[in-house]
């Protein structure tokens, strides 16, 4: 699969969701093209935590039409030991890209927080650098729409219930640290 990889995470209820959505190279520009025309008039971009419920359930119907997949990693998580369960998260999931032969990481930007990430994918794709193609950034999600994805079906999983059942069609997979 030559695929390009969005990343975006949640932390709820003492779980860490790392959600990594997978779009092949032929259908990124109609998956960007549809995800922007979701905008609201003068909105930049689609967070799902600040939208209204019934939108919301539009936004997850309009998402689940889209040519993507999800992957979804969980890990158990205090607030002092969520980055540890990220980076382990991160870990996990770029060695899980590499198998699958995704070519660009994206993932939406923490700041100064990036650092941390930058470590993580170092040591993980740094003892292969020429055998992988594997790249990676960290963008702000205004710049990038697919990130919108991760982020929606990150909060819904995290939410649970009916929002949980509302995407569980999207995910393809569930990987438990």
């Known amino acids: 699969m030559s695929a390009h990889a969005f990343v975006d995470e949640s932390a709820r209820n003492r779980q ?3 959600c990594v959505t997978l779009v092949e190279p032929a259908h990124l520009r109609p998956t960007r093209r549809a995800l922007t025309e979701l905008l609201l008039r003068g909105a930049r971009e689609l967070h799902f935590k600040k939208e ?24 158990s998580c205090s607030p002092k030991t ?6 382990q998260c991160l870990r996990q999931m770029a060695e899980d890209l590499l198998a699958v032969g995704a ?26 650098p020429s055998k992988t193609e594997l790249t990676y950034e960290h963008l702000d999600s205004t710049l990038e729409p697919i990130l919108w994805i991760s982020d929606a079906v990150a909060w819904c999983f995290g939410a649970g219930g009916g929002w949980a059942q509302r995407v569980a069609g999207l995910i393809d997979a569930h990987i438990k640290l």
């Open 103 to 128: 070519h660009r990481l994206v993932l939406d930007t923490r700041n100064e927080r990036d650092a941390h990430d930058h470590r993580t994918l170092w040591q993980t794709l740094g003892s292969r």
């Open 52 to 75: 209204k419920e019934p939108r919301r359930r539009q936004l997850i119907d309009q998402m689940a039409k889209m040519s993507v997949s999800v992957r979804m990693y969980t890990g």
């Open 82 to 87: 969520e980055e540890a369960v990220r980076q």
């Open 16 to 18: 860490f969701l790392l």
